[in-house]
């Protein structure tokens, strides 16, 4: 797939961040750097070097390193979306200093502004009734022309993918690698079907970055703030979906989570989200609705 066409301007400021990341530069300084002028705070003119012009010497340097990864992107159909880039998801303004300096995007890039979406999540190992809900209310929603947002873990996340795409709907996987790494391993095939049929796989690392405790973390503020809500299918009391909650409570995105007639141990972090009013009781979509 063609990735997006930058024009010159937003080139040179695309390998200029990208040369200033791999150098180390900080996420947060590197949003202050790119920033619109409306955006940075006023400074006293005192005549001295200001924001970019104090790296001159460390672009120079790791600018060839920054364009031979731009050229391999584009080699492999990658676009790289800067935060300042038009084609950037303005859903993921909300996680505001916090948001991706940049996200490495293959499939259709249309998905990021869906007119609806929702992040379905929940545990690696859910109980059969889970795994099903999952399914099911995925594939419902996604035959409402509704985008299914998920992280391409086992469990929940795997069988939200497969219901939206078993009705030819949309999904984007938000991945804790770099898109040229699966995790899991056994997600090989499914991450390739989400791109050959019209989805979307998503990261904010570079290619040949694996997967960490960290990233995980960091990939569940992405799949909190890129949905119109979330929902839960179903987590422990100190699940990792857990982290997924968090950020969509500071994004402000409504959330929901499945209720059980009896709770397996796998949904007790859905008992306590819903009698502590931190999340709604989902009702899903009836088969008059689809």
Known sequence: MDSVILDPEEERKLLELLSLRSIGVAPRKLLELFASREELPLELPLGLPTGLDCYQEELERALPQAEEE???CRHEGISILPFFSPSYPKSLEALQ???PVLLYALGDLELLDADRSV???GTRSPSPEGRRAAYEIARARAMR??????GLALGCDEAAHRGALEVGGKTIAVLATGLDRVHPE????????I?????????????GTPVSKHHLIARDRIQAALGDELLIIECGRSSGTMHTI???ERCHRPIFALSYPSYPTSAE???LLLRSGRALAYTPPTSDSE
């Open 269 to 271: 972090g859905n008992e």
């Open 145 to 150: 022309g509704e985008t299914i947002i998920s």
């Open 119 to 121: 992040t379905i999540v």
């Open 186 to 193: 056994t997600h090989a095939s499914l991450q390739t079907e």
């Open 70 to 72: 731009l050229a391999l």
């Open 97 to 99: 200093r916090s948001r």
């Open 195 to 207: 791109v050959h049929h019209g989805g979307l796989l998503l990261s904010e690392y570079p290619l």
């Open 246 to 248: 968090r950020f969509a």
